[in-house]
């Protein structure tokens, strides 16, 4: 049986992290009695990176250095030509990896604001699904995991205004963003995870959010859970790809009717996003669609199995996955 | 029998996107060195109308998963589920009777499927009076028409003519009913086995499903049924521990596959060796039991009550045989087992002309 209080699951695939701030500004805010396992989930795992992470926790929490799970659309096992977005997968890895009974992920290239910790703690001990804020700085200059200074605060968190600086405030399922998101496991687990069907387009925080609005649990927006990101780490390296389709608009009714639906709920583009949207909406569902495991069931012993039952062509237009 | 059964997940909820809601219930047919599945595939466990028609290919020799693909539905109602398909080939067509959930109603009907769609063919016009909730008609060929074994008791056989129309066989008492707490069923259509067909049945015994075997012989009646093959206490898993559904059966070689929902969740297979599973029904013939036809047309409670007292004293008096007492509407059942005769099932009036006693 597990006895820690909370899984930090971080995930990453960028060439530099930044993993120390994290660290940092999370370890300075625990307090003795916290019991916290820090779970890396690495879409570029080494050894060598491995040892770093190791490093810079130095034994302040238990730490675990995971790779992604197999994806069709990222890592060595995929079945693309090139490495595509593939967050759900990676998030999903954490839920297999956490023992916690509630787990929170956090995005890479970030420090944790003063006061992120004490906020996460009430969403554990009230068993809540909260989403953190987040802003995006320029220039960020981290001193033993205090933000010291940065330039003009480009990308302030579009739900900042509906915050509480006291505490939680109630927010559609639709604002659940992913800086970082906090929800019990067992939660997350009913609902079979993350979605799949997200990945190489984007979207499974939020698509996340409505499904679990659909399974009756209220989502929370936590002012106070706030992370700094960094603009230059951000924009550092090649991004992965994301594919957002088009369909003709009768392909796309058509293929919206194979998901069962006949109608559209979201009017716009016939792409991909928006099928995202008209199916959650549609089937008005919690449950995954996209997912070809039960996650409950897997452990770390089966992930590699999960290759076997890889979707060979994409779910929007039915294209090869080789040819992508 | 004299081996342990073997039982093998095929399909686990989830290992198909969009079957969260469980993978299960699948029929079978044979096609070549396949076999082909066709599986009802939830989102979620809520019974909404996104139920699918999951078609899927396996190895006949591994049961390996080949492939699969979501059936597109034509020409049924909109908000109207399809579920529980069983198949059988016959004139050329992979057919499918499976339960059509709409406006209310629950019955079974008719469809053909192919690679990529499925449609319907037969609204199932039984000459029968049936109930609001309709379940459990299973299918087989016999003499190179298409027949419908409505129940097991009374047996009940109906015939499916050239022009469409159905035209009932056979309707026997036979007893076995008796021998369960629960409902007697029907679980899967029948296929050629020995000299007649074999199917399934089951029943529901302290909240677990239970199942045999049985075998109509060429006369279309129960000729053997063995006892429980298998027992829904297997199953821990899934949204409905306890329950483990047979609903088809494939011959292949020298074993007897039968496909099965494991906890309203995945889908297994339990392999038989044929030469074991005949030998296991030779061991068991089935032996009707004659019940007391007992008629009751009274329209007053008053009268019931008279009635009821009577046939109390009658079971007892005759060392409590099987009754089945006849009477005007079923709706009387909740105020006549209050009276607690023992092995007493209803009819209807009108399915009988002769009878033993009439206490009208």
């Not at chain 1, 995971?66 to 759900?88: E, H, I, M, Q």
């Not at chain 2, 979501?70 to 529980?84: K, V």
């Not at chain 2, 329950?243 to 339990?270: K, M, N, Q």
């Amino acid at each position: 049986m597990s006895c820690v209080m909370a899984t930090l699951v971080y995930l990453t695939c960028r060439e530099e992290p930044a993993f120390e701030w994290f660290a940092d500004s999370l370890t300075a805010q625990l307090d003795p009695g916290d019991d916290v396992e820090l779970i890396v989930v690495d879409g570029a795992h080494s050894g060598e990176r491995g040892e770093r992470f190791a490093r810079a926790v130095a034994g302040r929490a238990p730490l675990r250095h995971v790779a992604a799970k197999p994806s069709p659309y990222n890592g060595v096992c995929r079945l693309t030509r090139r490495n595509f977005f593939a967050a759900a997968s990676a998030r999903n890895t954490g839920l297999v990896y956490a023992r916690a009974p509630y787990v929170i992920f956090v995005d890479d290239a970030c420090v944790l604001a003063k006061g992120w910790w004490r906020a996460a703690r009430e969403a554990v001990a009230s068993g809540r699904v909260v989403s953190g804020a987040y802003r995006k700085d320029w220039g960020m200059e981290v001193a033993r995991g205090v933000l010291i200074s940065s330039r003009a605060h480009s990308g302030l968190d579009s739900r900042w205004a509906q915050g509480d600086d006291s505490c939680p405030v109630r927010v559609p399922g639709g604002q659940l963003f992913g800086a970082s998101i906090g929800a019990p496991r067992e939660v997350l687990l009913q609902v079979n995870g993350f979605d799949e069907l997200c990945d190489s387009i984007g979207g499974e925080d939020w698509q996340l959010g409505v499904r679990l609005e659909f399974a009756g649990v209220p989502i929370y927006y936590e002012r106070r859970m706030l992370s700094v990101e960094s603009e230059e780490l951000h924009r550092h390296g090649t991004p992965f790809a994301r594919i957002d389709r088009t369909l003709p608009a009768a392909a796309y009714r058509q293929r919206l009717a194979e998901f069962g639906i006949s109608r559209r709920r979201v009017p716009g583009a016939c792409d991909s996003s928006h099928m995202l949207l008209d199916v959650a909406f549609g089937t008005e569902s919690a449950q995954t669609q996209g997912n070809y495991y039960w996650l409950a069931d897997l452990t770390e012993a089966t992930l590699a199995a999960t290759t076997q039952r890889f979707p060979r062509t994409h779910w929007f237009d039915r294209r090869p996955l080789a040819h992508l | 029998m004299t081996r342990a059964v073997r039982l093998r997940r095929l399909l686990s909820r989830g290992d198909i996107p969009g079957s969260d809601g469980g993978i299960y219930n699948p029929g079978a047919m044979a096609q070549g060195r396949q076999v082909v599945l066709l599986c009802r595939r939830e989102i979620d466990y809520r019974f909404s109308p996104f139920v699918h028609a999951e078609r899927v290919v396996l190895d006949a020799e591994t049961l390996a998963v080949i492939e699969h693909r979501t059936l597109a539905r034509r020409g049924y109602p909109e908000t109207a589920r399809i579920e529980d398909f069983r198949c059988l080939a016959f004139d050329g067509a992979a057919l499918c009777i499976h339960t059509l959930v709409h406006a209310g109603r629950i019955r079974p009907m008719l469809s053909r499927f192919d690679q990529r769609r499925i449609e319907p063919v037969d609204v199932l016009a039984l000459p029968l009076r049936e109930a609001r909730v309709e379940k459990n008609w299973v299918l087989f060929v016999h003499d190179g028409a298409l027949h419908c074994l409505y129940r097991l008791d009374p047996l009940t056989v109906l015939r499916r003519e050239p022009e469409g129309v159905w035209k009932l066989l056979l309707r026997e008492e036979n007893g076995w009913g008796d021998e369960f707490s629960g409902t007697l069923s029907n679980s899967c259509n029948l296929i050629a086995f020995m000299d007649g067909h074999l199917g399934f049945w089951h029943s529901i015994v302290a909240g677990r499903y239970v199942q045999g075997a049985l075998l109509l012989g060429h006369d279309l009646r129960l000729r053997y049924r063995t006892g429980v093959l298998l027992d829904g206490q297997q199953v821990g898993a899934g949204y409905k521990p306890g329950v483990l559904y047979v609903s088809a059966l494939l011959r292949l070689g020298r074993r007897i596959l039968a496909f099965y929902g494991e906890g309203d969740a995945h889908t297994g297979v339990a392999q038989f060796d044929a030469a074991e599973l005949e030998a296991e029904l030779l061991r068991n013939p089935f032996r009707p039991t004659a019940a007391l036809r007992v008629r009751f047309a009274g329209a007053r409670m008053e009268d019931l009550y008279r009635a009821m007292l009577a046939l109390r004293v009658l079971s007892q008096e005759q060392g409590e045989p099987p009754i089945r007492l006849y009477v005007p509407d079923l709706g009387l059942g909740p105020a006549i087992a209050v009276f607690g005769v023992p092995k007493l099932a209803l009819r209807r009036l009108a399915e009988a002309s002769e009878f033993d006693h009439d206490l009208s």
